[in-house]
Every structure is written in structure tokens, then in C-alpha cells.
Nanobody, 123 residues
Framework: QLQLVESGGGLVQPGGSLRLSCAAS????????IGWFRQAPGKEREKISC????????YYTDSVKGRFTISRDAAKNTVYLQMNSLKPEDTAVYYC????????????????WGQGTQVTVSS
């Protein structure tokens, strides 16, 4: 069974940092595009970052460019999202999910969703 588990969320002050982890079991992350998504209350789930499996290219939505960095540790079968300069508008539940071919696929085409980890940015 393909499963992803997120961790690393929490409460942080504006301007602070967090590193989220997305650990895989039942499959090797290297063979999949892995995306990070977030969903704030009353809003749709949005794709905020993604790493392709074929060439390691990355995607960031405009609101997180320059602040968030996605990376992959093949030995640990884990993908990370380093989040710096956090803002209150980054508050959301963060998820990771996989796609067999490409980061360009829409949110609904990703699979093996984790349970999510809450990130709250507040003073």
C-alpha cells in the first residue's frame, strides 16, 4: 500500500521557519513526482510546490517563491519542504501527494495523500 505521512507542522511566529517532512512507505519516492499542497479554512486545496521524478525540476507557486524550498532525500525516502519567512497567510493544513508522471497535473490527479500537518503562523 502506497502511503505518505507528513510531519513537522506547528505554531510559529511571523518571520519564522519550519521544515515539513513527507515520508513514503510502500513505494520509492524517486519514481514519482511529489507535490506539497495546502488548504486553508474555506479555501480550495492548492499546489504550492512540486518536484519532478525524471529530472528533479521544481515548481513553486508565486506566493511561496523565494521563501520555500523543496528537496528530496532518496536514502530516507523522504521529501522536505523548508519554509522560511513565514507569514500569517501561510497558515493552513499542509499535505503531500504523489503523481506517477508530472508535477503539471492538477491537484485532483495526485494520489496517496497523507493526513496533513497543521501550520499556524501567528504572533
Amino acid at each position: 500500500q502506497l502511503q505518505l505521512v507528513e510531519s513537522g507542522g506547528g505554531l510559529v511566529q511571523p518571520g519564522g521557519s519550519l521544515r515539513l517532512s513527507c515520508a513514503a512507505s510502500g513505494f520509492t519516492l524517486d519514481y514519482y513526482a511529489i507535490g506539497w499542497f495546502r488548504q486553508a479554512p474555506g479555501k480550495e486545496r492548492e499546489k504550492i510546490s512540486c518536484m519532478n521524478n525524471n529530472d528533479g525540476s521544481t515548481y513553486y507557486t508565486d506566493s511561496v517563491k523565494g521563501r520555500f524550498t523543496i528537496s528530496r532525500d532518496a536514502a530516507k525516502n523522504t521529501v522536505y519542504l523548508q519554509m522560511n519567512s513565514l507569514k500569517p497567510e501561510d497558515t493552513a493544513v499542509y499535505y503531500c501527494a504523489a503523481h506517477a508522471s508530472s508535477c503539471t497535473r492538477p491537484v485532483g490527479k495526485f494520489a496517496s495523500w497523507g493526513q496533513g500537518t497543521q501550520v499556524t503562523v501567528s504572533s
